[in-house]
């Protein structure tokens, strides 16, 4: 058994400042790795985190301190990729533990019996997410040496559109060049992104994608094409995967609830 869990879009800043003057995303996180440190006796091994991009708001070196610092009570391997509000040398230089000291922030860890991948969509200063001909290279070869094993595929921007018109405005523009690439591979694969601080699943290439909650905001489902812009205050959580002859993945919610009472 492989557990890798996904924690994303954290949008942690620097003390005493509030995102977009609303959340307070550090105490977003700590409650979510109070959760997460509550439940491990009975989730059992976490094998590695993760985590999925935007772990800062603004980029700044004094955020990925933060972060580092908020997660340090899970002590577990850590790794990460950039979403779009993140700026990539202070994310290099954050985590030079695995990320490549030059070049797109992409990298692939045999994790237990999992090929985790971690690919960058960042083009900095957008919203919007691509992935260079130099990423999709790195993957194609990762793709080739994994050789039909299970692959855990994390991107921040999710390669479907989400209904969110805001959010599929500032989604992934090449995602046909990546559906091109997995759906070629004869294994199992599983593609986890952010972005849109919301579970959902879809059928991508023959495989299954999945983006995750944020444990800070959330963007309303609301298909509207004017469908008013703008993130709810709201902690949701975070996902577990697991790989045992197959992928299945758990949403861990930021709140245990009362009970267990009989039924
Ligand atoms: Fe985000």
């Not at 972060?67 to 979403?83: C, E, Q, R, S, Y």
């Not at 070049?103 to 083009?123: A, C, E, M, T, Y």
């Amino acid at each position: 058994m492989t557990t890798i869990l996904q924690i994303t879009d954290t949008h942690i800043v620097g003390e005493g400042r509030l995102v977009s003057g609303q959340l307070e995303t550090a105490g977003a996180l700590t409650r979510l790795v109070d959760r997460l440190k509550s439940i491990r006796h009975q989730i059992g091994p976490v094998d590695a985190v993760i985590v999925s991009g935007d772990l800062s708001d603004d980029g700044s070196k004094e955020s990925y301190a933060r972060f580092k610092a908020l997660l340090a009570p899970l002590d577990l391997p850590t790794f990460v990729i950039p979403g779009n509000h993140d700026a990539r040398d202070p994310l290099r230089g954050a985590f030079a533990d695995h990320l490549p000291i030059a070049g797109p922030l992409n990298w692939v860890r045999k994790i237990g019996d999992v090929s985790l991948v971690g690919l960058d969509s960042l083009v900095e200063g957008h919203g919007h997410g691509t992935l260079s001909s130099e990423t999709l290279a790195f993957l194609r070869d990762a793709l080739v040496k994994a050789d039909g094993s299970a692959v855990l595929l994390a991107l921040h921007h999710p390669p479907f559109s989400s209904g969110i018109s805001f959010m599929d405005a500032i989604g992934l523009t090449n995602a046909q060049d990546l559906r091109d690439l997995v759906s070629g591979y004869k294994g199992e694969l599983r593609i986890v992104c952010g972005h849109i601080h919301s579970m959902m699943v879809c059928t991508f290439g023959g495989h299954t994608a999945i983006s995750a909650p944020s444990p800070c905001s959330t963007f309303a489902y609301d298909n509207r094409e004017d469908s008013p812009v703008g993130f709810l205050t709201q902690d949701d959580g975070c996902l577990l995967h697991r790989w045992d002859a197959g992928f299945q993945t758990i949403r861990i919610g930021p709140e245990a609830g009362s009970g267990p009472f009989p039924f």
